[in-house]
């Protein structure tokens, strides 16, 4: 079994959904929202597919244009179903710059309510290390995912201390990602989650195109040639880590 913990499925990602979804045959996806849009699509995503589960969440580069009752929309269905999660949420400082405390603000509030329904977390982190850091450090008793994480070794070792698991998607497949690499070498496997970010962030040896949710074998043959153990092994390990970490009713 592979799970794909981290997916974008909705309308604006793909004309054909359905066939991305065979593609997993008997395997299972998490699908994130991003935004009130998504977030709804999400919902029938899940009731329309067996092995889809969902996150919902508002992006930190969608806050601007959020407004509160969007908030209530995701309290009010955090615990339907098939809602393991809340996000996509977090910081993101690339182009956001000027919105750094409402992110901020959306972050916690995310946060408290995942605290509150005792859910996980699925945090996004771009050109903001340092400010998730000290804000994921208030919240060491929600379960926490690093979604596609981008930081070095050092700040990996930290997040570590937080109990926090990593998202590793395709970019650990890219020849010039050293870094990347590098923290998947020191991560205990137990702390590993494989994803896609579909559609984004195709693994080699397809970059360059659209991806999907099963190109996540790729991303866990590449973890099994930097860790030198077997594919089965990555396979089984993560499966187990999301199954423990989005309390997935699901059995090996």
């Known amino acids: 079994m592979m799970i794909d913990t981290h997916c974008h499925l909705c309308k604006e990602d793909y004309n054909n959904v359905d066939e991305i979804i065979e593609h997993m045959e008997d395997n299972y996806m998490i699908a994130a929202g991003v935004d009130d849009k998504t977030n709804k699509e999400v919902l029938e995503l899940c009731k329309k597919y067996y092995n889809i589960y969902g996150a919902i969440g508002i992006h930190p580069n969608e806050v601007k244009d959020s407004k509160e009752e969007e908030l209530n929309f995701i309290e009010k269905h955090i615990n339907d179903?098939?809602?393991?999660?809340?996000?996509?949420?977090?910081?993101?400082?690339?182009?956001?710059?000027?919105?750094?405390?409402?992110?901020?603000?959306?972050?916690?509030?995310?946060?408290?309510?995942?605290?509150?329904?005792?859910?996980?977390?699925?945090?996004?982190?771009?050109?903001?290390?340092?400010?998730?850091?000290?804000?994921?450090?208030?919240?060491?008793?929600?379960?926490?995912?690093?979604?596609?994480?981008?930081?070095?070794?050092?700040?990996?070792?930290?997040?570590?201390?937080?109990?926090?698991?990593?998202?590793?998607?395709?970019?650990?497949?890219?020849?010039?990602?050293?870094?990347?690499?590098?923290?998947?070498?020191?991560?205990?496997?137990?702390?590993?989650?494989?994803?896609?970010?579909?559609?984004?962030?195709?693994?080699?040896?397809?970059?360059?195109?659209?991806?999907?949710?099963?190109n996540v074998l790729l991303v866990a043959e590449e973890i099994a040639k930097i860790k030198n153990i077997t594919l089965e092994e990555v396979l089984k390990i993560t499966t187990e880590n999301a199954i423990c970490q989005f309390d997935l009713p699901l059995v090996i």
């Open 81 to 214: 179903n098939k809602i393991m999660a809340i996000g996509e949420i977090g910081l993101d400082y690339h182009y956001g710059i000027e919105e750094k405390e409402l992110q901020k603000q959306y972050f916690k509030k995310q946060l408290d309510m995942a605290r509150k329904y005792r859910k996980a977390v699925v945090i996004h982190s771009r050109d903001s290390i340092e400010d998730t850091y000290q804000i994921m450090k208030e919240y060491k008793d929600v379960k926490m995912t690093l979604h596609c994480y981008s930081g070095s070794v050092e700040m990996a070792k930290k997040f570590l201390e937080l109990n926090v698991y990593f998202g590793i998607g395709g970019v650990v497949t890219f020849k010039n990602n050293r870094i990347l690499k590098e923290v998947v070498k020191m991560l205990p496997l137990s702390r590993i989650l494989l994803e896609t970010d579909s559609p984004y962030l195709t693994p080699e040896p397809y970059r360059g195109t659209k991806n999907e949710p099963k």
